[in-house]
């Protein structure tokens, strides 16, 4: 299966040009690009077969642009995004293979993710040193597991 991979793009503003995706059978990965500040264009894609990875984006402040995805068929990683201070942008998923959200030192809620109600495997959430509350998660009725670490607000 494909994926789509936007890795190391020192000069990527925009994803706009992706407009018309509607699904991907495999993974995206979306890491390294440096002043990438969101995943607009992206509004159309409503599912996604494997990983979703989003890590190590500078500049992104909010994953606006997913707001159409309502399923991911494998697991979630979010990690590493210096300037991320909300998942706004997720109002619309609603099942997830797992999620791992670590390492996002200005992430102070969950708030994006008041739709998801089924992780099939883990929810793991850690080293957001700024994440003060849980709010976002509200709507969670079915979880493999929890682990909850080094949150230090």
Not at 50 to 73: C, H
Not at 83 to 103: K, Q
Not at 115 to 126: H, P, Q, R, V
Not at 141 to 147: E, L, N, P, Q, R
Request: cysteine-free.
């Amino acid at each position: 299966m494909g994926g789509l991979s936007i890795w190391s793009n020192d000069e990527l503003t925009s994803l706009a040009e992706l407009e018309e995706l509607s699904s991907i059978g495999g993974g995206i990965w979306i890491s390294y690009n440096s002043v990438l500040t969101s995943l607009t264009g992206l509004e159309g894609l409503s599912s996604v077969g494997g990983d979703v990875e989003i890590n190590d984006n500078d500049a992104l402040t909010n994953i606006a642009g997913l707001e159409g995805l309502f399923s991911i068929g494998g697991n979630f990683n979010i990690g590493s995004n210096d300037a991320l201070t909300s998942l706004t942008g997720l109002e619309g998923l609603s099942s997830v293979g797992g999620i791992w959200i670590h390492g996002n030192s200005a992430l102070t809620n969950l708030m994006g993710l008041e739709e998801l109600t089924f992780i099939e495997e883990n929810l793991l959430i850690e080293n957001n040193y700024a994440l003060a509350s849980l709010a976002g998660l509200e709507g969670l009725t079915s979880i493999g597991g929890i682990g909850i670490y080094g949150n230090s607000a």
